[in-house]
C-alpha cells in the first residue's frame, strides 16, 4: 500500500509533470465508479500524476484530502464535492497556498468565486428539467390528469434535491401533470424496487415514473412487472444517468426517456488542470456534454457504451 | 437497653416476589447500643427484610420508622444518608475499583470538589490497619480474594457515622481471627450507642456477641428474644420449625481415622506444583475415599491450591495427574473429563449463571462434559434436579426459578448440585458451607461423609477450622502462599495444634508424607 | 376490569406478547390508514399483497437477526454482517455472471458454494479475533465491517453486476406453495436454528457463556470453541441473507447491498427481547422484531411519510416500541393509575392481611 | 527454590501498573504509525499534518470524549453523530434566520443535552437497552436535519467565520484552529472530572458493577442521566465545532460518526462493558484513526475499494500489536 512514496512531495519546480490531487465522494454507485475510471484513465494518458483519495461520502474525509493534499503540495487540486457548502475554510488554505482548485460534478455555494477556479461538470437541475420537459411534450395531448410517481435519490443529496426542483419546475406548466407520491429509494435497485412495490399498491393508477437514477428504475422494473403490468407501455418511465443497464432497458422498451448525466469527465478535467497549471484563463463553468435519450436514439447508441 | 426507644422499628412488613412470599407481616424492632442477631435458614427472608429496610426493594405492607418517624428510603443512598450503614449479602463493592476508592467512594475526602487521593489512601490504610488488614490500597480489588473483599466491605461500613449497622452475613468466610477483630470493632461501635443488625449461620457468633435475636421462618416472624434467655438447641428448633438432633450429632461427630492407603497409587498426584505470586510450588497427593482439608488463614492460598489442581489457573511449575498415568490437567475442561469437580468460594463471579434456571445451573458441567451434541433428555433432567433440590432441601423448590431469585444460601447449594451430580472422583469445596445455615450445612457435612466413604476423593477448603478438623483424613496448613504442612488427623491432632502450626510455621521435617 | 387483567396474565407475561401486539398494532394501523393494506390476492398462481411484500422482504433481515441473536447471546456483536451480505452476493453474482449458462442450476451451486465458502473463511476470520486472540467483538467485526465493503467492491470492480439466472432469481422472488420462497428459507432458517440451538444443549451453552463468561470456564464449558461457532453460524446467515439481497433485484451493487443491515438486525434482536449484555435470547423474539422493522419500513412507504419527516417518525415508533415492551415503563404506568398498591398506603394494606 | 524464589512473591506486581499498559502500547504503536508515514512520505514530516490531523478531528475529539464516559458505565450512545448534525443544521439554519451569534449558540448547546438527558431518563427509569433509545434519538436527530432543510445551509455569520478561519500558529506558518484549543480544552476537563470529581469517579463504579454502586449508595440514577446529558453536550459542542470547520449545516454530514467514535474510544483501550479507560486513550484512539486516514491520503495510489480494505488492515495490525504486547504485560 505505502509503494511508491515520495514522487508527490517535490513536485512543482524542476519537475515538469504535473501532480494532481483528486478528492473523489465514494464509490456509491456504478456511475461513480466510471467516473473515477474516466479520471484515471485520462490522467494516465495526459501524463498527469494522480493523487488519489476516495472520501467514502463524508465532507469531513475530503475536506481531510484537500489539507493533506495541500501538505503535500500538489500542483492542482480537484474534487466533487459532497455537499455544496463547508468549503470555504479550507478552499482559502488552498488559496493561500497558491494551489488552484477544479470542482468536478457538482459545484459550492461560495460566495467567495475566487475560492476555486473553475466547475466542471452535470447541472443536476438540467437533468431534471429535460425529464420534466420531455413528460410534458408527451402529455400535452392527455385528456385527464396524468398521475406521477417519483423515486427519489438520498435524502439530503444534491443530486437528488436538483433533479427533484428540476422535474418540478418543468411539469408545472402542465396542471395535469400530478406527482402522487415520491419518496426515497436511496439510488438503489432494492430501494426503488421495495418503494414501487407500495407505491403500485397505494395507488391503483400510475402512469408515469420519474426515477433519479437508472438503478431505482431498474428496481422499479421488476415491482412493475410483478404487479401485472408492462412496463414501458403501462407506466412511461423517465430516468436519469444513462449507465448501461439503463440504455439497455431503454433499448428493449422497458425505459421510455433518460436524461443522460455522463461520468465521462476525465479528458475535460486533465485538460483543464493542465491550464490552471499553465496560468491560462479557463471559464468559470463548463458543463459536459450531456444529451437525452430516447428509445431509439438508445437502440443506436448502446453498442458504443463503455460504462 | 431495654429502657431507651428502639432506634428503629419495622411493623408488620411483607414482600412478596412474583411467585414468592418472602416477608410476611414481619415486626422487628432494633435499640441503640445493641447487637441484634437476625437468624433464620436460608431463604427465610433475612436479606429481603434488610433490603426493604434499606429501600431496595419497596414494600407491599408495612411501616419503618427510624427515630420515631415514619421514613420509606428510595434506595440506599438515602438510607445511607439517614444514618443506616450497610454491608449486604454476597460482597457488593466494585471491582475495578481500587481498595482504597472501595472504602471511601460516595464520601472521597475532597478538596474544593477535587478528590484528595493522597489523603484517601492514607485513610484507607488506617482503616483497614484497623481490621489487621495490610493492603496495596492502590491495587484494584478485584486482585484480592473474596474474603479481603468482605474485609474491605465491612472497612468501608465502619467508617461511616451512622446510628444503625447493617451487616449481612459479613463472616462467611472469614477466619476465627478476622472474626475475633470484627467483634471487636463492633462491641466497641456498640458501647458507642450504635445499633447494629447482625446476620450469621454461625450459632457461636451469635452467642459471641449478640444481645438479642430475632428469628424468621419461612418469611414470618417466629419470634424476638433475649441471647442468654435462648439456648441454642431451642433457637435451631425455632428457625427450622422441628425438633432436630442436628447439633448434638454433629459434635457427636467422631474423629475419622486415616485413610490406610499408604501402599496405594493415590488419585491425585500433584507434584511440585506451582504458580509464581500465588502459591509456592507444593506437593500434595490424595488417595481415593480420603478427605484432604487445607487450613489457613485469610489470603494464604488456599483458593489458589484449589485452583491449581483444577486447573483453573496455569501452573507455571510442576504438574498435576489423576490416576498416576494420564496427560497432567492444564485446564478445567481436562480436569472435569478425568473426573474433578471444583466448587468455587466466588459463587457470584465464578459460580452461577444469574439469568439461567436452577435446573440449567445444575446442569451446566454435566452438559459441558458431554458436549453440546448430546443433550442430556429432559426427562433425566427433571429426576437429577429432583432428587438434589430434596437432598440439599433447595427453596424455593421450583427448578425453573431463575437462580439469581434465590437466597445465597440456596445459591450455594445450586451450585454444589452442579458438582454432585457429576459424580467427580475428586471434588474440590472452596468454601461449599459458605452463607448455608445449620441444618443445611450438617447436611453437606453428612454427604461429605457419604460421598467419600463411597469412594470419592475430597479437596475440603473451610474457614471454619472445626469443620475441616471435623471432615478430614488429613490437613493440609497453608501460611503465606506457602504449604508449609501435612498433618494426619489423628487424636493428637486439635485445632490448637493447627493454629500453632500456621502461627509458627512448622519446620518442615514435621510434614508427614 | 381487573378480572380481565388477571385473566389476560398468563398472555400479557409470555415474553413474546408484547412484541406481538406492536406488529398487529402497526398493521392495524395501516389498514386504517389504507383499508386494502391487508389484501392479498393471488395473481400469477402465487399470493401478492402488502403483507405478502413484508414477509418478502423481512427474510434478509430475518436471516441476519437470527445469527445476530446468537452472537449477542454469547455478549459479543457482529457489525460485519452487512459486508457479508455484500461479498457473499457479490461472489455468487460474479460466478454466474461469467457462466456461459446463467440458467444452469449446476452453476448457480457452484456459485452458492464458492459465496458460502468464502462467508465461512470471513466468519472464522472475525471468531478467531474475537475468541481466540481476545479482541473487543465490535472492534473486531468493525475491521471486516469497513474492509470488507472493500472487498465486496473488489469483487464487483466498485459496478453493478447484473445477472439474468432463473434459479438464482428464485431465491428471492421465487414462489413455492403460492408463499415467497425467500420467506420460507428464513422460517426454515430460523427452525433449523431454533432446532440448531433447542434440541441440542447449544442453546443453554450460548446463554451460558454470555450469562457468566467465567463460571462457564470452571463449569468446563469450551466458551471459545462456542464463540467461535456462533460467528461462524452468524456469518453463513449473512450469506444466505446476501443471495437473497441480490437476487431480489438479480444484481449485485457491492456498496448498497446489506448496507446497515447490521443495525436493523441488532434492533431487530434486541426489540425480541434478547440483551446486549448477553445471557437469554429468544429467536421467536427476533423474527417478531425483524418483522416489525420491516413493516415499519413499509409503512413510512405505504402511508408516503415524507422522506423528510420519514426519520422522525422512526424514532417515535421504536420509542413507543420500547416503551410498550418495558416492563419497567408498564410497571409505572400501573402505579400511576393505581392498580397496584404503591408504598404510599401502607396502612390501609396492613388491615386486609390479618395475620 | 521454592521459598526464596516466593518471598519475592509479594511484589511480583511489575513496576509499570498494569493498568496503563494498554494505553501506552497503543501509544507507542501510534509513534510507529507516524514514524512510518514519516518514511514513506515525505510531507509527512512536515509538523503541519500533526497539526492537521487535530484541526481535522477536533470535533471528533470533542464528541469521543463524551462517548468515553457513556462507555465507561457500560452503555453506549449511537446518537452522537446525528446529533452532532443536527447541532450544526440547527445552528446554521438560525444563523441565516438572523439571529444573534450568541443566542444561536446558546440554543444549539441547550439541544444536545436535553435529547441525551431525555435518553438517559428513558434509559434508567424505564430500564431499555441504551442501545435502542440511543437509536431512536439516532434516527430523531437525523430526522430532525433533513425536517430543518433537506439540502445544506451556508454559514455567513461574522463570528462563525472568523472562529472557522482564526489561525493560531508561528511564524513559519504552522498553525491550528480555535476548535483545537476547545478539543483540548474540553478533553483536560473531562480528564479531571474523571479521574478528580465524585461524580467521575462514579462513571466507573457504575461501569464496573451497577448493582453494587446502587448498594454502596452511590447515586446511580443520577450518574446515569448525566453521562447521556454529557454526551450530548459533548455532541453538541462537536457540532458547534463541525459548523466551525465547514461554516455550514449539511442533513447528511456525520453519517456512520458514531462508529467511528465507539471504534476510537475502544481502540484507545476503554472496555466497551465499562468500568476501565481514560480520556487520554480516547485521545490516542481518534489520533489513530486519523493518522490512518492520512496515510492513505498521502499515498493517494488507492482506489476506492482498496482504500477501504487497506483502513481495514491497518486497524487489524493495529489491534492486533496492541492486543499482543497487553497480554506479554500480563
Ligand atoms: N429478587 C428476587 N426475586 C424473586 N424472589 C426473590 C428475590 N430475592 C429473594 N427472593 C426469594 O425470597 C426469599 C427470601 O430470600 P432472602 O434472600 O431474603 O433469604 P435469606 O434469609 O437472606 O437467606 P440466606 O440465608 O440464604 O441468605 C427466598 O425464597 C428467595 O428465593
Ligand atoms: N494480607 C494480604 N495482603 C496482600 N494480599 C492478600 C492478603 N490477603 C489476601 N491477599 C490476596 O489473596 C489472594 C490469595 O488468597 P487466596 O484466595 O488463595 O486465599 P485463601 O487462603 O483462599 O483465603 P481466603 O479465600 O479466605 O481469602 C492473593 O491474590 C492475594 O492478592
Ligand atoms: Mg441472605
Ligand atoms: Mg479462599
Redesign the pocket.
Known amino acids: 500500500a505505502c509503494g511508491n512514496s515520495d514522487t508527490g512531495g517535490d513536485s512543482g519546480d524542476g519537475n515538469d509533470k504535473i501532480v494532481l490531487g483528486f478528492s473523489q465522494v465514494g464509490a456509491e454507485s456504478g456511475w461513480r465508479t466510471a467516473n473515477t475510471t474516466s479520471i484515471k484513465e485520462a490522467a494516465a494518458e495526459a501524463g498527469i500524476e494522480l493523487k488519489f483519495d476516495d472520501a467514502q461520502q463524508k465532507q469531513e474525509n475530503q475536506i481531510k484530502a484537500i489539507r493533506n493534499f495541500i501538505q503535500q503540495k500538489v500542483d492542482v487540486i480537484a474534487f466533487s464535492p459532497v455537499v455544496e457548502s463547508g468549503w470555504d475554510t479550507v478552499l482559502k488554505e488552498a488559496k493561500d497556498a497558491k494551489i488552484p482548485v477544479i470542482l468536478t460534478d457538482r459545484a459550492v455555494d461560495s460566495a467567495d468565486k475566487s475560492l476555486y477556479k473553475t466547475f466542471l461538470g452535470s447541472d443536476f437541475v438540467k437533468e431534471g428539467r429535460l425529464a420534466g420537459e420531455w413528460l410534458v411534450e408527451q402529455k400535452k395531448a392527455a385528456p385527464g390528469p396524468v398521475n406521477i410517481v417519483e423515486l427519489q435519490g438520498t435524502t439530503g443529496s444534491a443530486p437528488a434535491n436538483d433533479r427533484k426542483k428540476g422535474f418540478a419546475e418543468a411539469i408545472a406548466t402542465n396542471p395535469n401533470l400530478k406527482i402522487v407520491a415520491s419518496q426515497s429509494g436511496d439510488f438503489t435497485r432494492a430501494g426503488g424496487k421495495q418503494v414501487m412495490e407500495q407505491f403500485l399498491k397505494a395507488n391503483p393508477k400510475i402512469d408515469v415514473l420519474f426515477a433519479h437514477n437508472d438503478d431505482m428504475g431498474l428496481g422499479a422494473l421488476e415491482a412493475i412487472s410483478a404487479a401485472g403490468k408492462t412496463p414501458g407501455k403501462d407506466i412511461t418511465i423517465i430516468t436519469v444517468d444513462a449507465v448501461k443497464d439503463g440504455m439497455q432497458a431503454l433499448a428493449d422498451g422497458k425505459f421510455n426517456f433518460i436524461a443522460e448525466c455522463s461520468p465521462l469527465l476525465g479528458p475535460q478535467l486533465m485538460e483543464l488542470a493542465k491550464k490552471v497549471k499553465a496560468g491560462e484563463e479557463v471559464p468559470a463553468r463548463i458543463e459536459t456534454e450531456e444529451t437525452t435519450f430516447t428509445q431509439e436514439q438508445a437502440k443506436e447508441a448502446l453498442p458504443n457504451r463503455k460504462y | 437497653m431495654t429502657g431507651n426507644r428502639p432506634v428503629l422499628t419495622m411493623t408488620g412488613i411483607s414482600k412478596t416476589f412474583p411467585g414468592v412470599r418472602a416477608l410476611h407481616d414481619v415486626d422487628f424492632r432494633l435499640f441503640p447500643g445493641e447487637v441484634h442477631a437476625l437468624m433464620g435458614e436460608n431463604g427465610a427472608g433475612k436479606s429481603t427484610l434488610i433490603k426493604v429496610l434499606t429501600g431496595v426493594y419497596g414494600t407491599d405492607a408495612g411501616v419503618i420508622t427510624l427515630d420515631g418517624e415514619q421514613v420509606s428510603f428510595s434506595g440506599p443512598m438515602q438510607a445511607a444518608a439517614a444514618g443506616v450503614s450497610t454491608v449486604y449479602q454476597e460482597v457488593n463493592l466494585c471491582t475495578n475499583l481500587s481498595v482504597a476508592e472501595n472504602v471511601f467512594i460516595g464520601r472521597e475526602p475532597r478538596r474544593l470538589g477535587a478528590v484528595r487521593w493522597g489523603e484517601m489512601r492514607r485513610r484507607a490504610r488506617d482503616l483497614l490497619a484497623r481490621l489487621d488488614?495490610?493492603?496495596?490500597v492502590t491495587?484494584p480489588l478485584g486482585?484480592?480474594?473474596?474474603?479481603?473483599q468482605q474485609m474491605v466491605a465491612i472497612a468501608r461500613a465502619i467508617d461511616v457515622q451512622a446510628r444503625v449497622l447493617i451487616l449481612d452475613e459479613p463472616t462467611s468466610?472469614?477466619?476465627a481471627g478476622e472474626v475475633a477483630q470484627l467483634f471487636r470493632i463492633m462491641r466497641q461501635l456498640r458501647d458507642e450507642g450504635i445499633a447494629i443488625l447482625f446476620v450469621t449461620h454461625f450459632l457461636d457468633q451469635v452467642y459471641g456477641i449478640a444481645d438479642r435475636i430475632t428469628v424468621l421462618r419461612n418469611g414470618t416472624l417466629v419470634g424476638e428474644y433475649r441471647t442468654e434467655e435462648l439456648p441454642q438447641f431451642s433457637l435451631v428448633e425455632k428457625m427450622i420449625g422441628q425438633e432436630l438432633d442436628v447439633l448434638e450429632r454433629l459434635d457427636e461427630q467422631q474423629k475419622r481415622a486415616t485413610v490406610d492407603a499408604d501402599d496405594e497409587a493415590p488419585l491425585v498426584d500433584a507434584a511440585e506444583l506451582g504458580r509464581r505470586?500465588?502459591?509456592a510450588p507444593f506437593s500434595l497427593r490424595i488417595h481415593a475415599g480420603e478427605v484432604v482439608g487445607?487450613a489457613?488463614?485469610?489470603?494464604?492460598?488456599?483458593?489458589?491450591?484449589?485452583?491449581l489442581i483444577f486447573g483453573a489457573d496455569r501452573a507455571d511449575h510442576g504438574q498435576v495427574r489423576l490416576d498416576g498415568g494420564r496427560a497432567p490437567v492444564r485446564n478445567p475442561i481436562q480436569a472435569i473429563g478425568q473426573g474433578v469437580g471444583f466448587c468455587s468460594?466466588n459463587r457470584r463471579a465464578e459460580g452461577i449463571v444469574p439469568e439461567l434456571t436452577v435446573r440449567e445451573n445444575m446442569m451446566l458441567a454435566l452438559q459441558a462434559a458431554r458436549g453440546w451434541l448430546r443433550p442430556i433428555p429432559r426427562r433425566r433432567q427433571d429426576e437429577l434436579v429432583r432428587r438434589y433440590v430434596e437432598a440439599l432441601s433447595i427453596r424455593p423448590a421450583n427448578p425453573e426459578l431463575p437462580v439469581r431469585n434465590l437466597s445465597g444460601g440456596n445459591q450455594q447449594k445450586v451450585l454444589l448440585a452442579r458438582w454432585l451430580i457429576t459424580e467427580p472422583r475428586l471434588l474440590i469445596l472452596?468454601?461449599p458451607t459458605r452463607g448455608i445455615d445449620v441444618g443445611a450445612k450438617a447436611e453437606i457435612q453428612k454427604l461429605v461423609v457419604q460421598l467419600s466413604d463411597g469412594g470419592m476423593a475430597v479437596l475440603f477448603?473451610s474457614?471454619e477450622l472445626e469443620e475441616v478438623l471435623r471432615l478430614s483424613h488429613r490437613v493440609a496448613v497453608?501460611r503465606d502462599?506457602e504449604m508449609v504442612a501435612q498433618l494426619d488427623n489423628d487424636d493428637t491432632l486439635d485445632a490448637d495444634r493447627v493454629m500453632r502450626t500456621i502461627a509458627s510455621g512448622t519446620p518442615r521435617e514435621e510434614v508427614t508424607r | 376490569m381487573t378480572a380481565v387483567a388477571d385473566r389476560l396474565r398468563p398472555l400479557t407475561g409470555h415474553r413474546l406478547f408484547w412484541p406481538a401486539l406492536v406488529l398487529v398494532v402497526m398493521l392495524a394501523a395501516n389498514t386504517v390508514y389504507r383499508p386494502g393494506f391487508l389484501a392479498v390476492e393471488v395473481k400469477n398462481g402465487h399470493l401478492y399483497g402488502t403483507p405478502i411484500d413484508i414477509l418478502r422482504l423481512s427474510a434478509p433481515l430475518i436471516l441476519v437477526a437470527l445469527g445476530m441473536t446468537l452472537v449477542i447471546a454469547t455478549g459479543g456483536i457482529d457489525l460485519s454482517v452487512g459486508s457479508l451480505c455484500a461479498i457473499s452476493g457479490a461472489i455468487a453474482c460474479l460466478h454466474i455472471s461469467g457462466a456461459a449458462d446463467q440458467n444452469s442450476p449446476a452453476t448457480v451451486a457452484t456459485a452458492l458454494a464458492l459465496a458460502f465458502g468464502a462467508a465461512l473463511v470471513l466468519g472464522a476470520w472475525n471468531g478467531i479475533l474475537v475468541a481466540v486472540i481476545g479482541i473487543q467483538p465490535i472492534i473486531a467485526t468493525l475491521i471486516l465491517m469497513v474492509a470488507g465493503r472493500g472487498i465486496a467492491q473488489l469483487v464487483t470492480e466498485g459496478q453493478i453486476i447484473t445477472i439474468n439466472s432463473g434459479p438464482y432469481r428464485a431465491i428471492g422472488l421465487g414462489h413455492f406453495l403460492t408463499l415467497p420462497l425467500a420467506i420460507l428459507i428464513a422460517l426454515a432458517a430460523a427452525l433449523l436454528v431454533a432446532a440448531f440451538t433447542r434440541r441440542t444443549a447449544l442453546g443453554l451453552i450460548v446463554e451460558s457463556v454470555g450469562g457468566n463468561a467465567e463460571a462457564s470456564r470452571l463449569a468446563g464449558i469450551r466458551s471459545r470453541r462456542i464463540v467461535f461457532l456462533v460467528y461462524v453460524i452468524s456469518a453463513v446467515c449473512a450469506a444466505l441473507a446476501g443471495f437473497m439481497v441480490t437476487a431480489n433485484v438479480s444484481s449485485a451493487d457491492g456498496n448498497a447491498a446489506g448496507l446497515w443491515i447490521e443495525l436493523d438486525a441488532i434492533l431487530a434482536v434486541v426489540i425480541g427481547g434478547t440483551s446486549l449484555a448477553g445471557g437469554r435470547f429468544s429467536l421467536g423474539g427476533t423474527v417478531l422484531g425483524a418483522l416489525i422493522i420491516q413493516t415499519l419500513t413499509t409503512t413510512v412507504y405505504a402511508m408516503n411519510i415524507s422522506p423528510q419527516t420519514s426519520l422522525l417518525f422512526k424514532a417515535v415508533v421504536v420509542i413507543a416500541v420500547c416503551l410498550v415492551q418495558a416492563p419497567a415503563f408498564r410497571a409505572r404506568l400501573r402505579r400511576r393509575r393505581g392498580t397496584e398498591p404503591g408504598p404510599a398506603a401502607p396502612q390501609r394494606e396492613k388491615e386486609q392481611v390479618p395475620a | 527454590m521454592s521459598s526464596t524464589s516466593l518471598s519475592t512473591g509479594?511484589s511480583w506486581r511489575p513496576s509499570l501498573p498494569r493498568r496503563h499498559v494498554p494505553v501506552l502500547a497503543t501509544l507507542a504503536l501510534l509513534l510507529v504509525m507516524y514514524g512510518i508515514g514519516v518514511s514513506q512520505y515525505r510531507a509527512f514530516s512536515n509538523i503541519q499534518v500533526v497539526f492537521n490531523v487535530f484541526i481535522d478531528n477536533g470535533f471528533v475529539l470533542v464528541v469521543a470524549v463524551g462517548m468515553t464516559f457513556v462507555i465507561l458505565t457500560g452503555g453506549i450512545d449511537l446518537s452522537v453523530g446525528s446529533v452532532v448534525a443536527m447541532t450544526a443544521m440547527v445552528s446554521a439554519s438560525l444563523l441565516r434566520d438572523g439571529l444573534p451569534a450568541a443566542l444561536v449558540l446558546v440554543i444549539a448547546l441547550l439541544i444536545g443535552p436535553t435529547l441525551g438527558f431525555l435518553m438517559g431518563c428513558a434509559i434508567h427509569f424505564f430500564e431499555i437497552q441504551p442501545f435502542i433509545v440511543t437509536l431512536a434519538g439516532m434516527f430523531f436527530a437525523r430526522g430532525m436535519c433533513t425536517f430543518i432543510s433537506d439540502s445544506s445551509i451556508s454559514i455567513t455569520d461574522g463570528f462563525w467565520t472568523s472562529m472557522s478561519q482564526q489561525r493560531i500558529g508561528d511564524p513559519a506558518g504552522n498553525f491550528v484552529s480555535i476548535s483545537v484549543l476547545i478539543a483540548f480544552a474540553v478533553v483536560l476537563i473531562a480528564a479531571y472530572v474523571l479521574a478528580y470529581t465524585r461524580f467521575g469517579r462514579n462513571v466507573y463504579a457504575v461501569g464496573g458493577n451497577a448493582q453494587s454502586a446502587l448498594l454502596m449508595g452511590l447515586p446511580v440514577a443520577r450518574t446515569r442521566i448525566a453521562v447521556y446529558t454529557i454526551s450530548g453536550l459533548c455532541s453538541a459542542i462537536g457540532g458547534i465545532l463541525l459548523s466551525f470547520y465547514t461554516l455550514s449545516g449539511a442533513p447528511l454530514i456525520a453519517v456512520g460518526m458514531e462508529l467511528d467514535v465507539i471504534a476510537a474510544v475502544v481502540i484507545g483501550g476503554t472496555v466497551l462493558t465499562g468500568g476501565s479507560g481514560y480520556v487520554f486513550g480516547t485521545v490516542l484512539g481518534v489520533l489513530v484513526l486519523g493518522v490512518i486516514q492520512t496515510l492513505i491520503t498521502f499515498d493517494g495510489s488507492l482506489n476506492s475499494w482498496w482504500t477501504k480494505i487497506v483502513i481495514g488492515g491497518l486497524l487489524f495490525a493495529f489491534i492486533l500489536l496492541q492486543r499482543l504486547i497487553g497480554i506479554r504485560f500480563k
Open positions: 488488614l495490610d493492603l496495596d491495587a486482585t484480592y480474594s473474596l474474603a479481603v468466610s472469614l477466619d505470586g500465588a502459591v487445607l489457613g488463614l485469610l489470603g494464604s492460598g488456599r483458593t489458589e491450591v484449589a485452583r468460594e472452596d468454601e477448603i474457614a497453608m502462599r | 509479594r
